[in-house]
């Protein structure tokens, strides 16, 4: 009786675990680490950015080749041409790593729902990745620029987003289920850090590139792409992206120059920014208060002041508050000129008033370009630094 019981339960409890039946072995896999997509002659253009581990992992020194390859193809769907480049990749290429997908800018004007729709779809790209778009250049080159310091480019790519977006705030770092969300979302519009070369464009794919201190050409991250449901209308400039983040509080550290009373500047670093916007409706049409709560302290000076003088501390913070209230209005002045909400405040006005929201959601569009903003932003100078009078004044004798 016992042997029957072992039979009957251990017996189909073998038959489950018999291994990973779809196993698949490093060394027959290429790691995709960044990808882009530019528009071809008939469909796309995708190119893939593969991790040579030879070059990444050895101990003994690398060969001298480059640390990471690119394999292009053309095709009328990205399944496709994805599928094609085994014919030049001596390996299947494997896409669980990918960390950037960089959209070339001609595409991302034509609308770029069809071509990310098999990257939402297929269960090998995890949807944790940045994306971008190219800016002048095409997306191709973006993956085809060596780095220094970091030798994949890119890591080179997800870390300066990150930091830029963290420290100086003109960048966003959008992964793909947020981008999808907002292409999808009624009331507001996606968004999109553009990339570009600095430099040389080419001899940013050879090895001198990185064998000398100052790079023939250097990735930088510039300006915001602005999407009207899922096609590029335009862009944001440097200080209307920070506007942007403002609005959309996502500043967490970022700095700017303040004129001071002399007619010199100064340069505060913002440390703190709180971010409140509210709507509400009013004899049908709409309205949106945003105020802008912050902490600043004194960066560098390059003025005559006296920071030891609380008036002085006063009229700095009403500078401040100044410059950052045209930040914010010229950011909303810009969109209203594409006629695209890429600050959600239709979804601010639809959750303020939900039945007056039936009326405008159809027409938001046109109801967005006459949309009265009022900004209020206060921002309080905690600390001036470890001396209060800059010693560059005493040099110079004033």
Same mark, same amino acid.
């Given at each position: 009786m016992k042997n029957i019981l072992f039979f009957l339960i251990f017996?189909?409890?073998l038959l489950i675990l018999t291994g990973c039946w779809n196993r698949r072995e490093l060394n027959e896999l290429a790691l995709v !680490?960044?990808? #882009?997509?530019d528009k071809g002659d008939a469909g796309y253009e995708i190119t893939a950015q593969v991790v040579e581990p030879s070059e990444v992992a050895s101990q003994k020194g690398g060969s001298g080749r480059t640390p990471v390859t690119t394999y292009s193809e053309k095709g009328q769907y990205i399944f496709e041409a994805i599928r094609r480049m085994t014919t030049i990749s001596p390996r299947k290429l494997y896409f669980s790593h990918l960390q950037m997908l960089v959209v070339g800018e001609e595409l991302a004007k034509e609308g770029i729902s069809k071509p990310l729709e098999m990257l939402t779809r297929d269960p090998e790209f995890r949807k944790d990745f940045y994306i971008v778009v190219s800016k002048d250049i095409?997306?191709?080159d973006v993956l085809e620029n060596l780095t220094s310091l970091e030798k994949i480019p890119a890591n080179k790519l997800h870390a300066s987003l990150e930091s830029s977006e963290s420290a100086w705030a003109p960048t966003v770092a959008v992964q793909m289920d947020e981008l999808i969300a907002d292409i999808t979302a009624a009331g507001k519009n996606a968004v999109l850090t553009g990339i570009t070369i600095k430099g040389n464009v080419d001899k940013a794919a050879t090895m001198d590139n990185v064998t000398r201190i100052e790079p023939y050409a250097r990735l930088q991250y510039k300006n915001i792409a602005v999407f009207k449901t899922d096609k590029l209308v335009g862009w944001l400039n440097e200080k209307e992206s920070k506007g942007l983040n403002y609005i959309t509080d996502n500043v967490t550290n970022t700095v700017g120059d303040i004129p001071c009373p002399d007619g010199k500047s100064l340069v505060i670093e913002i440390v703190r920014s709180k971010s409140k916007v509210s709507g509400k409706v009013i004899n049908g049409k709409p309205n949106i208060d945003i105020k802008i709560n912050a902490e600043a302290n004194i960066g560098e000076v390059a003025c005559r002041i006296n920071l030891t003088n609380p008036e002085s501390i006063k009229k700095l913070e009403k500078a $401040?508050?100044? !410059?950052?209230?045209?930040?914010?209005?010229? #950011?909303?002045k810009k969109a209203q000129e594409?006629? $695209?909400d890429i600050y959600g405040f239709g979804e601010v006005i639809h959750r303020a008033d939900p039945k007056a929201w039936k009326k405008l959601k159809n027409n938001w569009d046109e109801h967005f370009q006459e949309l009265e903003v009022s900004v209020d932003s206060t921002f309080n100078i905690r600390r001036t630094g470890v001396s209060n009078e800059s010693y560059t004044n005493k040099i110079q004798g004033e």
């Open positions: 017996i189909p409890c !680490v960044a990808m #882009s997509i095409k997306a191709k $401040v508050n100044m !410059v950052n209230e045209d930040i914010i209005t010229s #950011s909303i594409l006629g $695209v």
